[in-house]
């Protein structure tokens, strides 16, 4: 199986501030990377897709890079209905893997 | 309008079984493929099984031989059906659409709950 590593698994941030992301995952997979944001008691929703690309809606605010094994999502100004969890998935390979998932706090 | 509803969720003992049931407008789910994703406070997020537009079946390790995905054209209408529930298994379950092979989750259900516990 493809072992995704999310870091950090939590941080706490200023509105404003500069948020990066990252995910590793433990063998190739191209691009097929996404990332999603979940907030308590809803189910994930999809922000990013094939890495870099913004789904429909998504604020550009909201940035992806990265292929092959190495990947981030960058928030350029992080606002309040920013703070949430945020996960990567890969769909490169059978079984999808997700990452342990980032807690975005407020500080 | 794309809506996925699930329904099914329980609490059952372990060793019981438990149909879950995913009711989709604004699409069609013969056409698609279709996933049940699982949360536990735990493991996080977990896909559990997937059925292709084709017919074709996939199944998490930890669920195979136990759970069997399937759907219901007429009904457009996917189900999980969960045999041999252990403790392990509770968790929020989502039913999800993958547009194409290897696209993401672009439309989630709400979730439901299955309780697995004596």
């Known amino acids: 199986d493809i072992q995704m590593t999310q870091s950090p698994s939590s941080l706490s941030a200023f509105v404003g501030d500069r948020v990066t992301i990252t995910c590793r995952a433990s063998e190739t997979i191209n691009t097929y990377l996404h990332w999603y944001q979940q907030k308590p008691g809803k189910a994930p929703k999809l922000l990013i897709y094939a890495a870099s690309n913004l789904q429909s809606g998504v604020p550009s605010r909201f940035s992806g890079t990265g292929s092959e094994t190495d990947f981030t999502l960058t928030i350029s100004s992080l606002q309040p209905e920013d703070f949430a969890t945020y996960y990567c998935q890969q769909s490169h390979a059978i079984p999808r893997t997700f990452g342990g998932g980032t807690k975005v706090e407020i500080k | 309008e794309v809506q996925l509803v699930e329904s099914g969720g329980n609490l059952v003992q372990p060793g019981g079984s438990l149909r879950l049931a995913c009711a989709v407008s604004?699409?069609?789910?013969?056409?698609?493929?279709m996933s049940w994703v699982r949360q536990t406070p735990g493991k996080g997020l977990e896909w559990v099984s997937t059925?292709?537009?084709?017919?074709?079946?996939y199944y998490a390790d930890s669920v195979k031989g136990r759970f069997t995905i399937s759907r219901d054209n007429s009904k457009n209408t996917l189900f999980l059906q969960m045999n041999s529930l252990t403790v392990e298994d509770t968790a929020l379950y989502y039913c999800a659409r993958e547009p194409t092979y290897s696209s993401p989750w672009d439309y989630w259900g709400q979730g439901v709950l299955v309780t697995v516990s004596s």
């Open positions: 604004g699409f069609s789910v013969s056409r698609t493929y």
């Open positions: 059925i292709y537009s084709g017919g074709n079946t």
